[in-house]
């Protein structure tokens, strides 16, 4: 289907080079997401319509929750750190990436017992932002529990993108950019381990995997860079539909808003009139709410 202004619309005029990484905050009722290459936090408040940013001193790569709702787990290129609006710029470190600066945190989610999961990349940014031509090779994909011990789940990955679970915590979804690939895993709430690693969306036609959401019916949402459109994706790997965007660089997606029945949508620069935005697509399913990373 090809979405109409009706069906999606244009929320918030970021002009980002690189948005990414969204996420809902339901006690501020309010969507925050990053601009990689810019190095800022955005948070849109639809009831005033709204856009605060914030800025550090490295690529933002995503936002998420925490079991304290003033203080948010960002993802840089990196580190990770917690950090609250009320005391920027101040961020207390959780955990340093020992290949950084060659390697760089890309695409992040908090699993159902509280842990984080992200992956690497090639760092394709430069200190002032700009794009660096890179082979990208080499990713890992880390756990990162709260005291900030780390362990390795998964070698030779391109670019990370993707990092959900099903709504029963049963399953875990990774995908590798480069690869065309997106993984289903087993996983386990006991231990927080994956396991049996296999195909859930390899070589599809409709451009590449970037970020994902989940629905509460375990259908899974991924953004597609090129054709610039999201796909409805059934637990057994069957797309179940295609929705066209105005931007041909869609980069992730979040559900927000009342009921959780708005997908939020981020992008990047390209020569579309409306790249860069932020949009919002109101669904007839519900997302489910986002893990919180466990504070100590």
């Known amino acids: 289907m090809r979405a109409t202004a009706d069906d999606i619309k244009c929320i918030a005029f970021a002009g980002d080079v690189c948005g990414e990484g969204a996420v809902w905050h339901p006690e501020q009722r309010a969507l925050y997401w990053t601009d990689i290459n810019r190095f800022l936090v955005h948070r849109f408040t639809p009831d005033s ?13 995503s936002v998420n929750l925490t079991t304290d709702p003033d203080r948010f787990l960002l993802v840089f290129g990196s580190s ?32 159902p017992r509280g842990s ?52 029963d915590s049963r399953t875990f979804y ?3 950019t480069t690869a065309n690939a997106i993984y289903q895993y087993d996983y386990d709430f006991r231990t927080g381990d994956i396991s049996n690693e296999r195909a859930f969306l ?17 259908f899974l949402w991924n953004t597609r860079p090129g054709p610039g459109c999201l796909i409805r994706v059934a637990p057994d790997g069957n797309v179940d539909r ?7 660089r869609p980069t992730t997606c979040a559900f927000g808003g009342e009921g959780l029945k708005t997908l939020f949508i981020t992008s990047a620069r390209s020569l579309d009139q409306l790249s860069g935005c932020v949009f ?11 893990s919180r990373f466990r504070l100590r």
């Open 242 to 248: 295609i929705v066209y965007l105005p931007v041909s």
């Open 202 to 218: 390899v070589g599809y036609r409709h451009g590449v995997p970037d970020g994902s959401a989940m629905d509460s019916e375990g």
């Open 280 to 290: 919002a697509l109101r669904t007839e399913v519900r997302g489910i709410p986002e």
């Open 174 to 176: 990774f995908g590798d």
């Open 49 to 61: 319509d709204a856009t605060n940013t914030w800025q550090f001193a490295e690529p933002v790569t």
């Open 116 to 167: 984080l999961w992200v992956g690497t990349m090639r760092n394709n940014v430069g200190a002032s932002g700009e794009d660096l031509d890179v082979a990208f090779e080499n990713g890992v994909l880390y756990r990162i529990e709260p005291d900030g011990t780390a362990t390795e789940w998964r070698h030779g990955i391109g670019i990370s993108n993707t990092v959900a679970w099903s709504p």
């Open 80 to 111: 990770v750190g917690l950090w609250s609006p009320r005391t920027h710029p101040h961020v207390e470190t959780v955990f340093r990436l020992a290949d950084a600066p060659e390697m760089r945190f890309n695409d992040a989610g908090v699993d």
